[in-house]
T-cell receptor, first 114, second 115 residues
Framework: GNSVTQMEGPVTLSEEAFLTINCTYT??????LFWYVQYPGEGLQLLLK?????DKGSNKGFEATYRKETTSFHLEKGSVQVSDSAVYFC?????????????FGKGTKLTVNP | DAGVIQSPRHEVTEMGQEVTLRCKPI?????LFWYRQTMMRGLELLIY????????DSGMPEDRFSAKMPNASFSTLKIQPSEPRDSAVYFC?????????????FGAGTRLSVL
């Protein structure tokens, strides 16, 4: 089946630290991969995406590369800020019955301290 | 654009009561999705609509749950009767359609507590 596994949190970092949140997937075919972010009290927002192998998605200093050989899509940021504190969700999109569905990981809570 | 609007933001009810959650998708979006988020199971897709028609309701947990989309600008998720295990955050999302390179936009969610 199609599933996403991401590292369990919570993750606590100091401002300007390097961030990695691991995400691996299981899928049939060639899914698209996403990272969504959920700030406190809000819904999920798309952070970045990649639609094929070796694509790199990037936004707001975050990056993730679609690695087909390791079935991974790890999220990285070189220098985190307090405002990056949120829950991060890895997701894949796959086709089923003529439509496309999203499957999410369980989320990783990030807290950045000043 | 105001984004996806959900109401109420918080709902507290007693076991056995009927609960109705509401969603207004982004204008012009043809697809609407209902998700449930819990600590144990994460984010689960319950049902989705395309052009107001339910396409896949395989994620609806049981007959106590029902969803409708009477028009392009409104959808409801109803639980009758509610049970404590239904306590969760329910999200609505919309997108331009359910195929191709489309993005789902999420509402802020309804936090439901069933006592």
């Amino acid at each position: 089946g199609n599933s996403v596994t991401q590292m369990e949190g919570p993750v606590t970092l100091s401002e300007e630290a390097f961030l990695t949140i691991n995400c691996t997937y299981t899928a049939t075919g060639y899914p698209s991969l996403f990272w969504y972010v959920q700030y406190p009290g809000e819904g999920l927002q798309l952070l970045l995406k990649a639609t094929k192998a070796d694509d790199k998605g990037s936004n707001k200093g975050f990056e993730a590369t679609y690695r087909k050989e390791t079935t991974s899509f790890h999220l990285e940021k070189g220098s985190v800020q307090v405002s990056d504190s949120a829950v991060y969700f890895c997701a894949l999109r796959f086709s089923q019955g003529g439509s496309e569905k999203l499957v999410f990981g369980k989320g990783t809570k990030l807290t950045v301290n000043p | 654009d105001a984004g996806v609007i959900q109401s109420p933001r918080h709902e507290v009810t007693e076991m056995g009561q009927e609960v109705t959650l509401r969603c207004k998708p982004i204008s012009g979006h043809n697809s609407l999705f209902w998700y449930r988020q819990t600590m144990m199971r994460g984010l689960e897709l319950l049902i989705y609509f395309n052009n107001n028609v339910p396409i896949d309701d395989s994620g609806m947990p049981e007959d106590r749950f029902s969803a409708k989309m009477p028009n392009a600008s409104f959808s409801t998720l109803k639980i009758q009767p509610s049970e404590p295990r239904d306590s969760a955050v329910y999200f609505c999302a919309s997108s331009t359609h359910i195929w191709g390179d489309n993005i789902q936009y999420f509402g802020a969610g309804t936090r439901l507590s069933v006592l």
